[in-house]
């Protein structure tokens, strides 16, 4: 994924993960396969739109949250019990480097 906003452009390796709940893996898997290209296209503009300063916080908290909301829109909650089916976004690695 890329990001110019540092006058630069910056490709970044990237894993995102997110912590589902046991009981829902099998939906969520589902879920993902459905929309994998759906899910790449917004993490991706999220990196394209993100303040450089956004990949520099020590836990990624803006980004993660910001995926998580997209994610949310794509996983719903459990329509029975209102619950959400995962609980957090994680990204464990998110390497930028300069792309001239």
Do not use: C, H
């Not at 450089?52 to 916080?57: A, D, K, S, T, V």
């Not at 980004?63 to 029975?80: A, G, H, M, N, Y």
């Amino acid at each position: 994924m890329s990001n110019n906003k540092q006058g630069v452009p910056y490709l970044y390796e990237t894993e995102v993960y997110i912590q589902v709940k046991r009981r829902y893996k099998a939906d969520v898997t589902s879920l993902l396969e459905q929309n994998t290209a759906r899910i790449k296209t917004e993490i991706s503009t999220l990196w394209r739109q993100a303040e450089p300063r956004f990949f520099e916080e020590p836990q990624l908290n803006t980004l993660s949250r910001q995926v998580e909301t997209k994610l949310r829109d794509i996983i719903p909650d459990d329509p029975e019990s209102g619950e959400p089916r995962f609980e957090s976004v994680l990204i464990p690695v998110l390497r930028g480097l300069p792309n001239y």
